[in-house]
């Protein structure tokens, strides 16, 4: 089945950066463009960022625009997120999945956590 592992989350300071990563499993990666989300407890999951399958294309959320960088890998199946200039309101945690979302796939997640 598919899967997706996030990891690489954890405690920073505002204004510090992340790498987050996420390994998928059970498609064919290359197929798919690919995406990160994140969700606060009590909240929907918000849709930040997508990469084309490519590698291309990139496209941000405007919360994000400017201070993550979404990449991948399609010879590791994995897709990464670097996250510079932390503020307070990027505290979630954050999820990989498919750029249409399948729903029976969602991980984890990593806790992204914000120190002011």
């Known amino acids: 089945q598919v899967q997706f592992v996030e990891s690489g989350g954890g405690l920073v300071e505002v204004g510090g950066s992340l790498r987050l990563s996420c390994a998928a499993s059970?498609?064919?990666?290359?197929?798919?463009?690919m995406g990160w989300y994140r969700r606060a407890p009590g909240k929907a999951r918000e849709f930040l960022a997508r990469?084309?399958?490519?590698?291309?294309?990139?496209y941000y959320e405007n919360p994000i625009k400017g201070r993550f960088t979404i990449s991948r890998d399609n010879t590791e199946n994995a897709v990464y997120l670097q996250m510079n200039a932390l503020k307070p309101e990027d505290q979630d945690g954050y999820y990989c999945?498919?750029?249409?979302?399948?729903?029976?796939?969602w991980g984890q997640g990593t806790q992204v956590t914000v120190s002011s």
């Open positions: 999945n498919t750029n249409t979302p399948q729903q029976n796939a």
């Open positions: 059970g498609l064919t990666f290359i197929r798919h463009n």
């Open positions: 990469i084309h399958r490519s590698g291309g294309n990139p």
